[in-house]
């Protein structure tokens, strides 16, 4: 079946690689868009996201994408957000002095604490740069044949705290438990790059388009 | 669970064209940065970087191209180096499906560029890229040189690294110009010093010749991650060797 998947582009960067690993991933007909007929036409979203989140929102909310993520989201189609797409779908970030979000999700991203380090003692750098492992605290479809604490790609200063949110689905271990996925209902969104983590993050990409969007 | 040491192989590309050849058993064009970099995404390379080192600016195009196609084919993070002068070569690289660009001779003329391209693009994807000599008249001191290392500017290392995290960069690049080449391993007391001065992720390069430098560029030297070229290319080691030698060392790798 030719589904289409629209990748929400708001103009905060390059959206070609998550455009190409979809592709990778088998998605058929890939659109970048911020239109809001075409991305409500389409059978599958993607909220890509990098940069400083209070002009990835200003942009997102200037667009009318909020509005159409939204009436999305409750017409039930599937969802993936990444990185900052994810923080956005949060209720606010202490980025860039405190930034009010989407309010998908209950839960406030937080800055890496500054002289971060392990519970040894070791220096942690910030931003999490790197490849992690990510321990699956839920069950979910997304993660069909992708072993548990696999690697998966992140950089970022700004997290989720697991203990923020109930619908954490993933998460990661860099001296603080941080979210590395989150789930409720037709919204799956990752704190990872799946586009940049080879072979788990094509197959977490390929289950996101066979996704029914249930839990 | 800890944070993988990442190890990333290097690519000298001219005018599309990966220079130094890549030496690999039943490459068809060791010369095509394109199925160099795709083999090295199948050997569990966790990044790739791609030096520019083409002269002419207005043969840049062909570099925008090659991008594009590695990025197309490659599933792993992307760095793209060499000839950035201003925001808007970050913009169009970017845009060509780069991750992380990294600046290197610009960010010594003008240091605001770091600045102005990580507030726009995110320090995410800012690189500084620092070529050090340590200064032969016993002060232990380091300094940024320019030009492969022929022409000093005077700025002393340590000062610089953290004067570039102050100004957002992401990541450092630290290429010690005395070690580059020779085999003899990285150099690692610049490469503490600096890892320890700044918060932000360390690469090590320069020098690596046996898989126990790249133990000791993690252990002595605190790097985050390990850049190679030659060890790589010539076939002298696989990807998957160097990581299963560090295992055994005890840092943790992606496997």
Same mark, same amino acid.
């Given at each position: ?129 790197g490849w992690n ?18 690697y998966f790609y992140f ?61 | 669970?800890?944070l993988a040491?990442r ?39 966790d ?49 060509? +499906? %780069? &991750?992380? $660009? ?6 010594? #003329?003008?240091?605001?560029? =770091?600045? !102005? ?104 030297? +605190? %790097? &985050?991650? $390990? ?6 290319? #010539?076939?002298?080691?696989? =990807?998957? !060797? ?12 992606r496997?």
């Amino acid at each position: 079946m030719t589904q289409t998947v629209a990748v929400i582009d708001y103009g905060m960067g390059n959206l070609h690689s998550v455009e190409s690993a979809l592709r990778e991933a088998g998605a058929s007909d890939v659109v970048v868009t911020a239109d809001a007929g075409a991305i409500l036409e389409a059978d599958r979203i993607v909220f890509p996201g990098v940069g400083a989140i209070r002009d990835c929102l200003a942009e997102f909310r200037r667009l009318g994408c909020d509005k159409t993520l939204r009436l999305a989201v409750e017409r039930g189609t599937p969802v993936l957000g990444i990185c900052v797409g994810m923080q956005s779908l949060m209720a606010r970030s202490e980025e860039n002095g405190g930034v009010d979000c989407l309010g998908f999700f209950d839960g406030t991203v937080m800055r890496f604490p500054r002289n971060h380090s392990d519970t040894d003692g070791t220096k942690l750098k910030v931003p999490h740069m790197g490849w992690n492992q990510v321990s699956q605290s839920q069950a979910h479809p997304i993660w069909d044949g992708i072993e548990d604490n696999a690697y998966f790609y992140f950089v970022h200063s700004f997290f989720l705290a697991v203990a923020e949110s109930d619908c954490v689905t993933g998460s990661f271990d860099y001296g603080v438990k941080g979210c590395a996925a989150i789930a409720k209902g037709n919204v799956f969104a990752t704190q990872f790059h799946p586009e940049k983590s080879h072979d788990n993050g094509l197959k977490l990409l390929a289950n996101f388009l066979t996704w029914d969007a249930t839990c | 669970m800890s944070l993988a040491k990442r190890i990333i192989p290097c690519l000298d590309v001219d005018q599309g064209r990966v220079v130094k050849g890549v030496n690999f058993v039943g490459i068809r064009d060791a010369g095509d940065p394109i199925e160099i970099a795709r083999r090295y995404n199948d050997a569990g390379a966790d990044e790739i970087t791609f030096l520019d080192i083409t002269a002419s600016h207005e043969q840049r195009d062909t570099t925008y191209r090659t991008v594009e196609q590695i990025a197309s084919q490659v599933f792993i993070p992307l760095t793209v180096g060499g000839g950035v002068r201003a925001v808007t070569d970050i913009r169009r690289l970017l845009n060509a +499906g %780069a &991750d992380k $660009v990294s600046i290197n001779t610009a960010a010594i #003329f003008n240091p605001d560029l =770091v600045r !102005e391209s990580a507030e726009r693009f995110g320090s995410q994807c800012i690189v500084v890229a620092m070529d050090v000599k340590a200064l032969d008249n016993g002060s232990g001191r380091y300094e940024l040189f320019t030009h492969g290392g022929r022409k000093p500017t005077g700025i002393e290392a340590i000062e610089w690294a953290q004067k570039m995290a102050d100004f957002g960069a992401g990541e450092i690049l630290l290429t010690s110009m005395d070690r580059d080449g020779t085999k003899d391993g990285y150099d690692l007391p610049i490469t503490r010093a600096i890892s320890d001065a700044v918060d932000i992720p360390v690469i090590a390069s320069g020098g690596v010749g046996t898989l126990d430098h790249l133990v000791a560029g993690f252990t002595d030297g +605190g %790097a &985050d991650a $390990v850049l190679a070229a030659s060890i790589f290319h #010539f076939g002298t080691y696989t =990807v998957a !060797e160097a990581k299963a030698h560090l295992a055994q060392s005890g840092i943790a790798v992606r496997v």
